[in-house]
T-cell receptor, first 111, second 112 residues
Framework: SQQGEEDPQALSIQEGENATMNCSYK?????LQWYRQNSGRGLVHLIL?????REKHSGRLRVTLDTSKKSSSLLITASRAADTASYFC???????????FGAGTRLAVHP | ETGVTQSPTHLIKTRGQQVTLRCSSQ?????VSWYQQALGQGPQFIFQ???????GRGNFPPRFSGLQFPNYSSELNVNALELDDSALYLC???????????FGSGTQLSVL
């Protein structure tokens, strides 16, 4: 079963614009992570935010976490065509590192 | 490039057959997890291995089994294949206690 729900399911923007993806989850978490997947292949870890953090930055990425609303957002600023990929949020809860993924947002950035 | 390698990259099997997928962990990683990703969906956790023992399992039947070897490489075995087993199978390695996973490029399994 999927823990998270990403919104929107698909997003199409022009290069240089910002892209915002949202994720909602159902249970309490230890941390929330965002991953990127190109063309249905392996996932690449982007950023991790812990349950006691509210915002985190990494390069052009900004992640927020609202545990009261059980939601997170990923902002990619000044997008590039190379950012075209699927983006997944994944939550971790419990004693071992089991990731529960949402269904993902497909981002298309047009030159 | 994560350093996690999976083989084969593609595989075609028929219903009822058995399949073994292989994963070589990133150097220094002692934990391996397997995920199943159906088309258009997010990955679903199958199980995790640490110190050659299963350390957690998702909602998958017993015909999904695994092994972890002393060099931390791993196998995923699926018996009595069903059409719904068609998916991308992803292996991820990590260091025990570290939440960040490093994924391989996956094995695309088609069951006909």
């Amino acid at each position: 079963s999927q823990q998270g729900e990403e919104d929107p399911q698909a997003l199409s923007i022009q290069e240089g614009e910002n892209a915002t993806m949202n994720c909602s989850y159902k249970t309490s978490i230890n941390n929330l992570q965002w991953y990127r997947q190109n063309s249905g292949r392996g996932l690449v870890h982007l950023i991790l935010i812990r349950s006691n953090e509210r915002e985190k930055h990494s390069g052009r990425l900004r992640v927020t976490l609202d545990t009261s609303k059980k939601s997170s957002s990923l902002l990619i600023t000044a997008s590039r065509a190379a950012d075209t990929a699927s983006y997944f949020c994944a939550t971790v809860s419990g004693g071992y590192n089991k990731l529960i993924f949402g269904a993902g947002t497909r981002l298309a950035v047009h030159p | 490039e994560t350093g996690v390698t999976q083989s084969p990259t593609h595989l075609i099997k028929t219903r009822g057959q058995q399949v073994t997928l292989r994963c070589s962990s990133q150097s220094g990683h002692n934990t391996v997890s397997w995920y199943q990703q159906a088309l258009g969906q997010g990955p679903q956790f199958i199980f995790q291995y640490y110190r050659e023992e299963e350390n957690g399992r998702g909602n998958f039947p017993p015909r999904f089994s695994g092994l972890q070897f002393p060099n931390y490489s791993s196998e995923l075995n699926v018996n009595a294949l069903e059409l719904d087993d068609s998916a991308l199978y992803l292996c991820a390695s990590s260091l025990w206690g570290n939440e960040k996973l490093f994924f391989g490029s996956g094995t695309q399994l088609s069951v006909l």
